[in-house]
């Protein structure tokens, strides 16, 4: 594997900074060493940085304007497209509403969310025409045409860049290139959209358990993470402290979710990360700025067992039996969702 450069490098967590462009179109050994990277970053860390991906830096700030946008509606308006089911997983939530956490029991995450809530609200886009789940667009105006349009177009963009990543990580495990094609083809994945509004100062010095969004790690294979300028994110190093995860322009953070993690046996990681202030993050009166952020969430087909995957256990494997049963993976993410809402 060749040396790799860092995005990230404390308190023995490296994550690594990666040019996705050498894995989409450079030469057979160049394609080999980034896929190499990319699964050493996950199996490692657990996230990674892309830069030079398929998606134009002109598209992702469009886009990150466009869902600004949408959060300056009205509140009544925007409560009216509100996210109903787990099944659905589609629609508006509120302030307070969600709590992400590492808990499973609803009954433990709502005394979580009672001392601590998540200050931010989101709205979340699945794969359009999945039956009897519609996505829950504003209709209002003009400016919801625009939104859909721009939001349908960005889901689409980062659904390849979705296949494309799993191709470097099957490359990197010795699969087959095309392997994870099967499970990635239905696009049954969530675009959430987030606004962290501002937030005077005092309500973090008044509770120490207060963050903008609660240490967890994701439900599914990976996510693609688009951050503004603000900072906040931070991920679990191996000896137990947060680290910042500053923004990078022109790059995306990826991370591998729980799922992957089962489907690989643990050999991959699926590493606790949250939302907090970024230290030394400018005040207006007394107030942090808002802050916006895009995650593609991207999951197996909603109809695709997982399991283990061949050569993660066994005879020469670091893992001598497979460590989780096997599941359907829409029935893992509502499970977990169910317990987030």
Not at 17 to 25: A, E, G, P, R
Not at 65 to 76: E, I, M, V
Not at 136 to 148: H, I, L, R, Y
Request: proline content about 5%.
């Amino acid at each position: 594997m060749a040396p790799q450069t860092s995005a990230v490098n404390s308190d023995n967590l490296f994550i690594p900074l990666v040019d996705f462009s050498l894995f989409l179109n450079g030469t057979p050994a160049e394609r080999i060493q980034t896929a190499q990277s990319i699964l050493h970053g996950f199996q490692t860390a657990g996230f990674i940085y892309l830069k030079n991906i398929p998606i134009a830096s002109e598209t992702v700030q469009e886009t990150f304007q466009t869902s600004a946008r949408f959060f300056t509606r009205p509140q009544a308006e925007k409560d009216t497209l509100a996210w109903t089911t787990p099944a659905a997983n589609r629609g508006y939530v509120a302030h307070g509403r969600e709590k992400t956490s590492t808990l499973i029991n609803k009954e433990d995450v709502e005394k979580l969310k009672a001392q601590a809530p998540d200050l931010k609200e989101s709205f979340e886009i699945g794969r359009e025409g999945e039956e009897g789940h519609p996505n829950n667009w504003p209709s209002s105006d003009g400016e919801a045409t625009v939104f859909k349009e721009s939001m349908c177009g960005f889901f689409a963009q980062c659904k390849n860049l979705h296949v494309e990543v799993m191709r470097a990580i099957a490359v990197g495990m010795g699969l087959d290139e095309y392997f994870f094609d099967q499970y990635t083809d239905v696009g049954d994945n969530t675009l959430r959209l987030l606004h962290y509004p501002s937030v005077d100062k005092s309500v973090f010095a008044a509770n120490k358990l207060q963050v903008r969004a609660g240490e967890h790690t994701d439900y599914g294979s990976i996510t693609l993470l688009f951050q503004d300028d603000r900072g906040g994110l931070q991920v679990k190093s191996p000896n137990g402290t947060f680290v910042d995860a500053t923004p990078m322009p022109g790059t995306v953070v990826v991370n591998a979710g729980d799922l992957l993690a089962r489907w690989s046996n643990d050999t991959i990681k699926s590493t606790l990360h949250r939302v907090v202030e970024p230290k030394g993050g400018k005040e207006v009166d007394g107030k942090y700025p808002a802050r916006y952020s895009m995650a593609y969430f991207c999951n197996p087909n909603f109809k695709s067992f997982i399991e283990a995957i061949p050569g993660t256990y066994g005879a020469g494997a670091k893992e001598p039996e497979k460590k989780y049963e096997g599941i359907n993976s829409h029935a893992y993410l509502e499970m977990r969702l169910a317990a987030t809402y």
